[in-house]
């Protein structure tokens, strides 16, 4: 895991609006890194494709397509548990794989169309999309940051259990700097440490980040570790 991606990744989360949701504000970083135009969660859920949450009304009828026509990226990278990158929809290639979904999102001004699987347990439950209205791939560091937050969007949605914010629970910015965080939190970061293989600064980063899509205060968290009611698992298995 990239610990400087994810340091600058939760600063810039931390940073929007708290009154949305956590996935919400997962996309709005999502468009703000990668530089593009709209972005979704959506999952399947018992058969079902559900569209989550989205960036704007655009990015939603975008996502709305294709739920109603049940193809599309999100439900490419579900059954692939790889990233799905269509940087020109127009083509035949995209025709081809998305016969209905191409066309009407080419229609909604989308020209180009990305999604990234969230991973929990081994198994892929949605997708992070990402739209743009300019045809083109996504660069290399694009990539590596909507990686990152389709991972924090996966702990959003299973800690949460698919739900998207916590009713009447504020999320107030946690301390960046290790010595600022109380003795809890760095007895959970060592039993982190030991549990993943990984050194103490990359555990209190995964500390921070359930912090973030639960929406609790990072030493409440590092009780539950540390009381054994909360184990903090490996990043979708891309560690």
């Known amino acids: 895991m990239d610990q400087r991606r994810l340091e600058r990744l939760l600063r810039s989360l931390h940073n929007t609006d708290a009154s949305t949701s956590v996935l919400h504000r997962i996309c709005v970083v999502c468009l703000d890194t990668t530089s593009l135009d709209g972005a979704g969660v959506s999952r399947i859920f018992d058969g079902r494709h559900e569209m989550l949450v989205a960036s704007d009304p655009d990015a939603e009828r975008v996502e709305m397509l294709q739920v109603n026509f049940a193809e599309g990226p999100c439900r490419d990278v579900v059954d692939s548990f790889r990233p799905s990158r269509e940087p020109d929809l127009a083509s035949p290639r995209a025709t081809q794989r998305w016969p209905q979904f191409a066309p009407a999102a080419i229609r909604e001004g989308v020209a180009a169309a990305f999604a990234f699987p969230l991973i929990t347990g081994g198994v892929a439950i949605g997708a992070l999309d990402v739209y743009s209205g300019r045809r083109g791939d996504m660069g290399s560091e694009q990539v590596e940051d909507a990686l990152l937050l389709a991972d924090l969007a996966a702990l959003a949605v299973d800690q949460l259990h698919g739900a998207t914010?916590?009713?009447?629970?504020a999320l107030a910015a946690?301390?960046?700097?290790?010595?600022?965080?109380?003795?809890?939190?760095?007895?959970?970061?060592?039993?982190?440490?030991?549990?993943?293989?990984?050194?103490?600064?990359?555990?209190?980063?995964r500390l921070r980040a359930v912090a973030f899509v639960v929406e609790r205060p990072v030493a409440d968290v590092a009780r539950d570790v540390v009381d054994r009611r909360l184990r903090i698992a490996s990043w979708a298995d891309r560690d």
């Open 165 to 169: 914010s916590i009713a009447g629970v």
């Open 174 to 205: 946690e301390a960046f700097e290790p010595w600022a965080h109380a003795a809890v939190v760095h007895n959970a970061s060592g039993m982190v440490s030991e549990q993943l293989g990984i050194d103490v600064n990359e555990a209190l980063l």
